[in-house]
């Protein structure tokens, strides 16, 4: 494995070498000499709030909670270096380190990324939380294709007419509370994006990872077509487990909105349905105590999801989201209280 990331690292040689004269910026642009000399280098600082209240309809039971309280530093030291560092005063009431990496711009398209980040895999799993459509994350964003890890990711967007952009990337695959730990594995994580269309776009994944003895093996297909009104989405994710440790996942996300514009208070309206689904599903380090085998964490069911979301300001900004989930579970299945039939609304803010 070490062979192959020397390999990596010189296959990058030849696009450092093509590097134009003027610096490169973080949207991969060059940045003209007298663009350089008022360049603003300020750290900028960006958060999302989310508070929510969520009523479960078998238990007759309410919460209040504040899911996301995420407080990020953005910014460039030169203009080919950029880092951001970014925490969760509250994930679901814990404090967590989300987000910490420096990124370098050695030529135009091309980016390398060091530190702890959110792995290239999947549509949904890497939205972030402001970017949401519904008020809870699919099935495939939140038990089955969730990786955040620390590492080295490099990304290109090819000089093509249609625009195709590339990443991938190691990393230790033990998480981000396990830094310490040696690795004779490195997991790896790769994906393709493709716009075949105007507001078409087809995306790729492949992952490797082994959090603890058991590797696991993920991938992933997904596209979506949008126009000014419609967003339409479609994910399939299948995972296996080396050596049959566990059987293999399947799990799907689609789901439509459409947008309805509004002139007074809000911005907009928005109409949402979603359906996913997941199987049986073991997140590789739980172990049943009677078997000593690999314990499911995450039971097969499917949901359907009813939304509307009033838009106080720009999309992804200001949302007020009303949602109402119905589940399905097989016989047998056991459900946890949170994934259960349940309404919930909640108040995103972007800053």
């Known amino acids: 494995m070490q062979k192959g990331i020397l390999t990596l690292l010189i296959a990058l040689l030849p696009l450092a070498a093509t590097a134009q004269d003027a610096p490169i910026n973080d949207d991969g642009k060059r940045i003209e000499k007298d663009q350089m000399e008022t360049r603003d280098y300020r750290p900028e600082i960006h958060g999302t709030i989310r508070a929510k209240y969520e009523y479960q309809t ?79 994350r699919s099935f495939i964003a939140k038990q089955v294709g969730n990786v955040r890890d620390v590492g080295l990711t490099l990304g290109y967007e090819l000089p093509t007419e249609m625009p195709i952009k590339l990443e991938a990337g190691l990393y230790n695959g033990s998480g981000l509370t396990n830094q310490k730990v040696w690795h004779k594995e490195i997991s790896y994580s790769a994906k393709a994006e493709m716009m075949l269309a105007p507001g078409f776009n087809l995306a790729l994944s492949a992952q490797g990872i082994e959090p603890q003895d058991v590797t696991m093996h993920a991938y992933d297909i997904g596209a979506y077509y949008e126009t000014e009104r419609f967003h339409i989405e479609g994910e399939y994710l299948f995972k296996t487990y080396e050596d049959n440790a566990f059987k293999d996942v399947s799990s799907v996300n689609a789901f439509a909105n459409y947008d309805l514009p509004l002139k007074k208070v809000f ?85």
Do not use: W
Request: glycine share 4%; proline share 3%.
């Open 58 to 136: 078998g238990m007759q039971a309410s919460r209040f909670e504040v899911r996301t309280a995420r407080v990020s530093l953005t910014g460039n030291i030169l203009p080919i270096i950029a880092y951001k560092a970014e925490i969760d005063l509250s994930d679901e009431g814990n404090i967590k380190m989300l987000d910490a990496y420096a990124r370098l711009f050695p030529c135009k398209g091309l980016a390398i990324t060091a530190g702890q980040m959110r792995v290239p895999f999947t549509i949904d799993a890497h939205r972030s939380p402001h970017e949401q459509y519904f008020a809870n």
């Open 267 to 351: 911005r907009k309206m928005s109409f949402l349905v979603r359906y996913d689904m997941m199987t049986d599903h073991s997140d590789a380090q739980t172990l049943d105590e009677t078997t000593g085998a690999l314990a499911i964490t995450d039971y097969k069911r499917h949901r359907v999801t009813g939304g509307l979301t009033l838009s106080l300001f720009k999309a992804f900004r200001a949302d007020l989201r009303l949602n109402y989930e119905k589940y399905f579970y097989p016989e047998k299945s056991i459900a946890k209280e949170s994934e259960q039939d349940k309404v919930v609304v909640e108040l995103m803010i972007r800053f």
